[in-house]
């Protein structure tokens, strides 16, 4: 081996048995892993500085730090926590200052220092003589585990198995989805804190398609990179962006073909808004009496608002020729501010229950696995896999809903009802003598309702009250989706924790014995990338416990099949008051 290729490594001493790990609150800042319990594998980046380099760069996986030699006349030392540069290494086969050897390396700065093992505990830097460098294997880290990754990509619902590892996932023995072909919302969801949805009509189809021409959408591939660099503390104001176009903006580009979902092909979704249970008048953008459904919507996406309303700037006047610019309908979602960022208007963590594309996705505890085809058609588990027309491939269907929610009526109607928990806490509790506050009670109340806490802990595994360690723990991602709703010691599934009526268990039901299958569950499984709209509810609202302003959730999602992924979980799931069915019962569940 002449060089390294870049790639996530763990550097491996072969004279003490240890790994390459921070030690931010020593001097030297960097050492041997297995004399700090429970961290003796870290994780880094090598970076090449150039396609005509052998000098590289050696990044933390776990934080922003760069590896760095600190030239100090009393103590030439490594560092690498809140380095804010990195020295340049030389790590080359019998180059001049490192040497190769078949079970390791010997590398340098490109000074003349040799990296050397210090005081059986340490590392840091020995001028000029080879002779005590010590030997290091870099190992390619395809074991990394999430834990090994910062706290804002490893608690991210869904993690791109490429940020672990550097090989093909064990057991996947089938076709993955191209990630230069699939847009970056689908399979790992864009970060964001601002997020707009423009949508259009064609006006011009000859000036339609010269503008996409020039159109790049943001990829899945892109996703990975921006993340990546996330990772290394590389934060930039970049917009994503991504195209959808409707059945109406399909016939009107003269591409006629069906693409194998009757929903889709049926057009728009305002044929079906009985049974979506929806009561209210839908934006007039999605209900346009006789004049056909919407052509198409373009999605900018950025974690700085500023970014984001540029981009969309910059794509409305791309297509002004083409579309109806002067009516373009943008729909603005945003984060909510601090500390409500994760949770959307009633208060609750939104996207924790996120499936895991089997082979793309390091998944979580927990967390449910789908195979490619659920979300991506033209994979595996595909419903209309080949079935559909060849420019499917790679594609997905997204649902785009605006729910409007009343929040200063639902935090009162919590208030009043959760008073009575007596009446709806599980019997066991009650019976036992325990007892709620008011604050309690609404909170367990709300927590049946959703099937989590406002923090995101799982009302199956709090079922009488929530304590402020659990509301820590929710922020771990490998807690909040390790558990299936049964009972130890009970046979059947059981409502007694939680409700079968409660949301995320209605479209998210994990496990339901034998009445229904674990595959049947997992087609039904939809990937979720809503934000909130709107203000924060005023003063004057919370006092009037009514609302004035309008405010709610952006909700999207995609699947390959919107028969098996969105329709089946409304319809089948949630308003349907006897699924599940138990043992070959029905029963309406309340």
Not at 51 to 61: G, K, M, V
Not at 169 to 183: C, I
Not at 363 to 378: F, L, N, S
Request: glycine share 8%; hydrophobic share 35%.
């Amino acid at each position: 081996m002449s060089d390294l290729p870049d790639g996530l490594y763990r550097i491996k001493s072969l004279q003490f048995d240890g790994y390459a790990e921070n030690w931010p609150d020593h001097d030297p800042g960097i050492g041997i892993g297995n004399y700090f319990p429970g961290r003796n594998r870290d994780i880094w980046r090598v970076t090449r500085t150039s396609s005509s380099s052998n000098t590289y760069t050696i990044e933390s996986a776990e934080d922003d730090s760069k590896m760095t030699f600190i030239d100090r006349p009393s103590r030439p030392a490594l560092f690498a926590k809140g380095s804010s540069s990195s020295t340049n290494w030389k790590i080359v086969n019998y180059g001049a200052y490192v040497k190769f050897y078949p079970d390791g390396y010997r590398f340098q700065s490109s000074a003349v220092d040799v990296f050397h093992y210090y005081e059986c505990k340490y590392l840091c830097i020995l001028p000029g003589n080879n002779s005590q460098s010590q030997k290091w294997k870099f190992q390619l880290a395809d074991d990394v585990n999430i834990l090994d990754l910062r706290p804002e990509i490893r608690n991210r619902p869904i993690v791109p198995r490429a940020l672990l590892s550097n090989s093909k996932a064990p057991g996947v023995n089938f076709d993955l989805p191209d990630l230069n072909e699939v847009q970056g919302d689908v399979v790992f969801t864009f970060p964001k804190t601002a997020e707009d949805f423009i949508f259009f009509d064609i006006i011009n189809v000859w000036e339609f398609k010269r503008a996409l021409r020039n159109f790049t959408p943001t990829t899945s591939n892109d996703v990975i990179e921006l993340l990546r660099q996330k990772m290394w503390g590389n934060d930039a104001p970049l917009a994503q962006v991504q195209i959808a176009l409707s059945r109406e903006g399909l016939n009107k580009l003269g591409v006629w073909d069906k693409i194998g979902d009757v929903y889709f092909d049926d057009g728009p979704m305002r044929k079906h808004k009985k049974w979506l249970g929806d009561g209210l008048d839908w934006d007039e953008v999605f209900d346009r009496g006789g004049r056909g459904g919407v052509h198409g919507c373009f999605i900018v996406s950025a974690e700085d608002r500023n970014a984001c309303i540029n981009k969309s700037k910059s794509i409305r006047d791309q297509f002004r020729q083409s579309t109806n610019y002067d009516n373009h309908v943008v729909i603005e979602g945003r984060e909510r501010p601090h500390p409500y960022q994760t949770k959307e208007h009633f208060g609750y963590r939104d996207g924790i229950s996120e499936p895991a594309i089997r082979g793309l996705v390091a998944k979580h505890q927990g967390q449910i696995e789908v195979d490619p085809g659920v979300i991506v058609m033209g994979y595996k588990n595909d419903p209309a896999l080949g079935q559909r027309p060849w420019w499917t491939k790679n594609g997905t269907i997204m649902v785009f809903r605006k729910l409007e929610q009343d929040v200063p009526e639902f935090d009162n109607w919590l208030a009043e009802t959760g008073k009575w928990w007596s009446s709806f806490a599980p019997k066991e509790f009650v019976n036992s003598g325990s007892r709620l506050s008011d604050e309690e009670g609404a909170a367990l109340l709300g927590a049946r309702m959703f099937g989590r806490y406002k923090s995101g802990t799982p009302v199956a595994l709090r079922p009488f009250r929530e304590s402020d360690d659990d509301k820590k723990k929710a922020e771990d991602f490998e807690w909040n989706n390790n558990f299936d709703y049964m009972i130890p010691g009970e046979s059947l599934p059981s409502a007694r924790h939680c409700p079968f009526s409660a949301h995320t268990r209605k479209v998210t039901p994990r496990n339901l014995g034998n009445d229904y299958t674990k595959k049947y569950l997992e087609s039904a499984m939809i990937l979720r990338a809503g934000i909130a709209y709107g203000p924060e509810v005023t003063q004057k609202e919370k006092i009037a416990k009514k609302s004035e302003l309008k405010r709610g959730l952006l909700f999207v999602c995609y699947q390959s099949s919107l028969e098996h992924g969105f329709i089946r979980q409304t319809k089948d799931f949630a308003n349907m008051e006897c699924f599940p069915r138990i043992a070959g019962q029905e029963i309406k569940h309340e």
